[in-house]
Every structure is written in structure tokens, then in C-alpha cells.
């Protein structure tokens, strides 16, 4: 299965917008990228998701290399509640249709006041 | 429209003791999946299912049983508890993939904190 890695930790300013990164360089062609993220121990929460192309929604923006090897979840304007492990999942295919994320360790994102 | 639910919250089970614990879902999701988390780990796959009266093996399946026979509900067991199956417990759902292309995403529930002694 494809891992990723990524920094155990990070701090920002609220306000500030948070890049977290993450290699995943053993990535196959048809793997999706996702990040979750997970609040005090509460159930993880899809955040972004994409293959190839950088993707934004009402949350982030994700930017992905044009060799697929890494990527950057973009917070814009990180506030407090932001505070949370941040998960960069590689999406892969199971026999039936299904798949599975395969959750490395995550960045602890600590905003700071 | 609650989501994905975990019954019960918490519990602490003696070695060797069995229990279920249930997750249902009320979105008429195809797909569930139990995953464990351990401390400071990302979660792992034990068991899940495409659909109802089907079930399959995840990454870490031993020691663990599933069954769905109704689509909104996915039981995970442990028939003879041991210590290292203390760990949190995650229930997750999702629609059957797009035949075009993988786009949906998992939902998850909060989680059962188990502790067995």
C-alpha cells in the first residue's frame, strides 16, 4: 500500500493561512489523495480530496504535483477550531468496489491566538 | 438525519468477556467499515462490508466478527476479549462508488472508547 509522511507537528497563527505538507511517493496512478482531520479524538472528518488536478472547496485547498509525489492541504485563514491531527490518506481499491484509507500518524496543527 | 451512530460510548470489559458494539447509519449508505485507532496511530481497517448480508476482512481482522443483515446496521463482535484489543473504535459509511469514478466519501461515527483488563 502507498504511505504517506508527514510532519508529526505544526504551528500557525490564527489568521494566517496553514500549508501542511506530505509525501506520498509511492503513490499508484489511479490512488486518490484525501485529507481528514480528527478533533479531540472525535470521529475523522473528510476535509478535501483529488487525483491529480489541485482541488478547493468551502474548507481548503489541496495541491497536488504534477508528479503525484506530494501535496499541500491549504488552510487560507486558520482559526481556532482548526486546532487538530490532520490525516493525508491514500484512497486504495479493495476487491467488490469498495477501498480503504490507509491513515498514516498526521500532523498535530496547533493555531495559536 | 443523524449520520453515522456508535452504541455504547464507552466500555470496560474484562479479559475474555464478549460484547458487540453497533453502528448504524440512517443515510442509506451501501458501504461500512469498522476501523481501530490506537494511541497516537491513524486508524486501521478490521472488517467492512459493500452491502447487506456481505462482509469482508480489513487489515486487522483477528479476534474480531462482523455481521449486517440490515443495510442501515454494521455489528462488530469480540467473543473473547483481550487487553490488546483496548483501543477506539470508528464505524464509517459511504455510498457505493461512482461507476465513473471514485468521488464519494466516508462518514464517521464518534467513536467507542474500549478498555479490556
Known amino acids: 500500500d502507498a504511505k504517506t509522511t508527514q510532519p508529526t507537528s505544526m504551528d500557525c497563527a490564527e489568521g494566517r493561512a496553514a500549508n501542511l505538507p506530505c509525501n506520498h511517493s509511492t503513490i499508484s496512478g489511479n490512488e486518490y489523495v484525501y485529507w481528514y482531520r480528527q478533533i479531540h479524538s472525535q470521529g475523522p472528518q473528510y476535509i478535501i480530496h483529488?487525483?491529480?488536478n489541485n482541488e478547493t472547496n468551502e474548507m481548503a485547498s489541496l495541491i497536488i504535483t504534477e508528479d503525484r509525489k506530494s501535496s499541500t492541504l491549504i488552510l487560507p485563514h486558520a482559526t481556532l477550531r482548526d486546532t487538530a491531527v490532520y490525516y493525508c490518506?491514500?484512497?486504495?481499491?479493495?476487491?467488490?468496489?469498495?477501498?480503504?484509507?490507509?491513515f498514516g500518524k498526521g500532523t498535530k496543527l496547533t493555531v495559536n491566538p | 438525519n443523524a449520520g453515522v451512530t456508535q452504541t455504547p460510548k464507552f466500555r470496560v470489559l474484562k479479559t475474555g468477556q464478549s460484547m458487540t458494539l453497533l453502528c448504524a447509519q440512517d443515510?442509506?449508505?451501501?458501504?461500512m467499515y469498522w476501523y481501530r485507532q490506537d494511541p497516537g496511530m491513524g486508524l486501521r481497517l478490521i472488517h467492512y462490508?459493500?452491502?447487506?448480508?456481505?462482509?469482508a476482512k480489513g487489515e486487522v481482522p483477528d479476534g474480531y466478527n462482523v455481521s449486517r443483515l440490515k443495510k442501515q446496521n454494521f455489528l462488530l463482535g469480540l467473543e473473547s476479549a483481550a487487553p490488546s484489543q483496548t483501543s477506539v473504535y470508528f464505524c464509517a459509511s459511504r455510498y457505493a462508488p461512482d461507476r465513473q469514478g471514485p468521488t464519494d466519501t466516508q462518514y464517521f461515527g464518534p467513536g467507542t472508547r474500549l478498555t479490556v483488563l
Open positions: 443515510m442509506n449508505h451501501e458501504y
Open positions: 462490508s459493500v452491502g447487506e448480508g456481505t462482509t
Open positions: 490518506i491514500v484512497r486504495v481499491g479493495l476487491r467488490g468496489g469498495s477501498e480503504k484509507l490507509v
Open positions: 483529488g487525483l491529480k
